[in-house]
């Protein structure tokens, strides 16, 4: 199958969330709405970062904050920052490779792909037949 129509396949059947684990207990990351990613990303814009950083993973681990890695990764989980102290009790790369699923869920390869299928499939269906 397509990766694309993997994607719409378990966005439908609800498929589309990670579960990470930070200090030995497990979270459900489901695809972030956009003041989900609003809240992340104002937590991680008090963070200095290198700008030499080719992926998430190298740009998150160029800086060790982990209280506003914690806090964003608490944005992602639940919209909010309550789980904050919580999250801060796991280990730095914990929080890191859980931020960068989170992260993973955004991404924009697989929003162009399934943009791309959505709109051959609305080509598919809203074409009208040539007599």
Not at 49 to 55: C, I, V
């Given at each position: 199958?397509?990766?694309s129509a993997k994607?719409?396949?378990?966005?439908?059947?609800?498929?589309?969330?990670?579960?990470?684990?930070?200090?030995?207990?497990?979270?459900?990351?489901?695809?972030?709405?956009?003041?989900?990613?609003?809240?992340?990303?104002?937590?991680?814009?008090?963070?200095?970062?290198?700008?030499?950083?080719?992926?998430?993973?190298?740009?998150?681990?160029?800086?060790?904050?982990?209280?506003?890695?914690?806090?964003?990764?608490?944005?992602?989980?639940?919209?909010?920052?309550?789980?904050?102290?919580?999250?801060?009790?796991?280990?730095?790369?914990?929080?890191?490779?859980?931020?960068?699923?989170?992260?993973?869920?955004?991404?924009?390869?697989?929003?162009?792909?399934?943009?791309?299928?959505?709109?051959?499939?609305?080509?598919?269906?809203?074409?009208?037949?040539?007599?």
């Amino acid at each position: 199958m397509d990766e694309s129509a993997k994607i719409v396949s378990d966005a439908i059947v609800g498929n589309d969330f990670k579960t990470v684990f930070v200090n030995g207990k497990a979270y459900t990351l489901d695809p972030p709405t956009i003041i989900k990613i609003a809240g992340a990303t104002s937590c991680l814009s008090r963070v200095e970062m290198d700008d030499k950083a080719q992926t998430i993973k190298e740009l998150l681990m160029s800086c060790k904050d982990a209280k506003n890695y914690a806090r964003a990764l608490s944005w992602l989980i639940e919209g909010d920052d309550k789980l904050t102290d919580e999250l801060s009790e796991g280990t730095y790369e914990e929080v890191v490779n859980a931020l960068c699923d989170g992260f993973d869920l955004i991404s924009t390869s697989v929003f162009y792909k399934a943009a791309s299928l959505m709109k051959t499939a609305s080509q598919l269906t809203a074409t009208p037949r040539q007599n």
